[in-house]
């Protein structure tokens, strides 16, 4: 695997890789990487002739400071597990490589109304800052295909808009979940969970289940509200759960054949978010 810290390195080497007709894939990561973002890499390698990975913690993303501080950089141990996953590439630069000491963000404000609700509503600005390094990242990599996690949907349908107004050429790919044995989403954040909280935290998963496996025009209000009295009260503290259309987020109020159910919620000091695409 080459490492590249500079934007120009990594340009140069990609352009040249480009005359020779590979196809180029990218994986964009803020590090702390586990399985859910290595199926990333592995999705990529199947489709395309090189693949590219970033790791940058990007700061116009977060919403307090403190998150921002802690979050974990164990880069030694992903530089450890891309090679095992035969990445071909990490570029993986400095704060200054990319901002230039110029925070500005770009704006996702006229996007649509469903940059506003849920994640929006709960991380005003946090768009704003996805939208600013994605575009910067697509910018210096020039990828043919990238590829996200669904569990960051609603980022995942920001992604897209920004692909169709300014990179119309790349294809996007929505990946799966991956999923611990007991149901939780694979995420950085868990480590922080403390066994009484990790014991409990795939409640989450089971009132996204529950809802999925009611899913049908006779109970699927019934199960949405079923599923937040059985797993999600105390000591979840519940910021949304809902079930929404698929391109739009507006949550629903009669059944489609396509949806999504949504749910963020804090376990102590953790935020949690997890989502099922619910189909008949």
Known sequence: MILFQKSKDLQAFIEKKKTENLQIGFVPTM?????GHLS???AA???CDLVVCSIFVNPTQFNQISDLENYPRPIENDIKLLIEAQCDVLFHPDVNELYGGNFAKDSSEDYGRFVHVLEGESRPGHFDGVVTIVNKLFSICKPHQVYFGQKDYQQCL??????AREFPAIQFHLCPIEREADGLAMSSRNIRLNSQERNIANHLYKALELVQNNW???HWQDALTHAKEMYLGAPFKLEYFCVCDQESLEELTDFKAEAVVLAAA???????IDNLLLRI
């Open 158 to 163: 920001v992604v897209k808009t920004l692909i």
């Open 40 to 42: 990333l890499i592995r």
């Open 31 to 35: 590090g702390a990487l586990h399985q």
């Open 216 to 218: 049908n025009k006779e």
């Open 266 to 272: 804090t376990l102590g000091n953790t935020r949690l």
């Open 45 to 47: 390698k199947q489709d």
